[in-house]
């Protein structure tokens, strides 16, 4: 994970790199959402020592990629299903706007 998440990430111009969720929900829909530590609270998991791991290979990055930039050519995607679903259903979408949330990122 670690080699993945440094090239994918702070190689591409991150100056950090952030998890959802540090520990599972115990009600609601995100209690069947997986997290790096998951119901039983242990810390001797696979995915709670590989990130230990990415940890430790962070604090010892040489802190100039701080702030580093990257110039990258990318292209955005108007998905018609999830613009479907924040369109007709109601709830957290109520609020948002589809088209104008992919317009600020464009822009």
């Given at each position: ?105 464009y822009r």
């Open positions: 994970m670690a080699a993945t998440e440094l090239q994918a990430v702070v190689a591409h111009g991150a100056d950090t790199i952030q998890f959802f969720q540090l520990k599972q929900a115990v009600g609601g829909s995100e209690k069947f959402h997986s997290a790096v530590i998951a119901h039983s609270q242990r810390t001797d998991t696979r995915v709670f020592k590989e990130l230990v791991d990415l940890g430790y290979k962070l604090k010892r990055a040489d802190s100039t990629i701080l702030g580093s930039t990257i110039n990258a050519k990318v292209g955005i995607v108007f998905d018609w299903s999830n613009f479907w679903s924040y369109e007709y259903v109601d709830g957290i979408s109520q609020d948002m706007d589809y088209v104008d949330s992919i317009l600020d990122y």
